[in-house]
């Protein structure tokens, strides 16, 4: 079964060494659809990836293949609730 899962990353000063490189790839898994989501902390210490996987074992294999390394063992937590995208204070336009 596939579900949503998110993982926190814990950066320290390796993403600022090579933030080109990291957005470039992140943003490339981003349009193939390998990745949901993402963002990093304003300090650049922590970033944290959503993504598609069928079990915890996919969604670790596949934060192992991210372009940025992780300071520690990534946190790789299955969500049972995610909303990304309603604009609650908008409605959609719709043209005919």
Same mark, same amino acid.
Request: aromatic share 8%; no cysteine.
């Given at each position: 079964?596939?579900? #949503?899962? #998110?993982?926190?990353?814990? @950066?320290?000063?390796?993403?600022? +060494? %090579? #933030? &080109?490189?990291?957005?470039?790839?992140? =943003? +490339? $898994? @981003? *349009?193939?659809?390998? #990745?949901?989501?993402?963002?990093? %902390? /304003?300090? =650049?210490?922590?970033?944290?990836?959503?993504? $598609? *996987?069928?079990? &915890? $074992?996919?969604? /670790?294999?596949?934060?192992? /293949?991210?372009?940025?390394?992780s300071v520690t063992d990534p946190i790789v937590t299955p969500l049972s609730t995610y909303?990304?995208?309603?604009? $609650?204070?908008?409605?959609?336009?719709?043209?005919?």
């Amino acid at each position: 079964m596939i579900s #949503i899962y #998110i993982a926190e990353i814990e @950066l320290g000063d390796r993403l600022t +060494r %090579s #933030i &080109e490189f990291s957005s470039a790839g992140m =943003n +490339r $898994l @981003l *349009a193939e659809g390998t #990745i949901q989501t993402y963002g990093v %902390s /304003k300090d =650049n210490s922590r970033m944290w990836v959503t993504f $598609l *996987a069928g079990s &915890e $074992l996919e969604a /670790k294999e596949l934060v192992a /293949k991210l372009p940025v390394q992780s300071v520690t063992d990534p946190i790789v937590t299955p969500l049972s609730t995610y909303n990304q995208s309603i604009d $609650l204070r908008f409605p959609a336009i719709i043209w005919n």
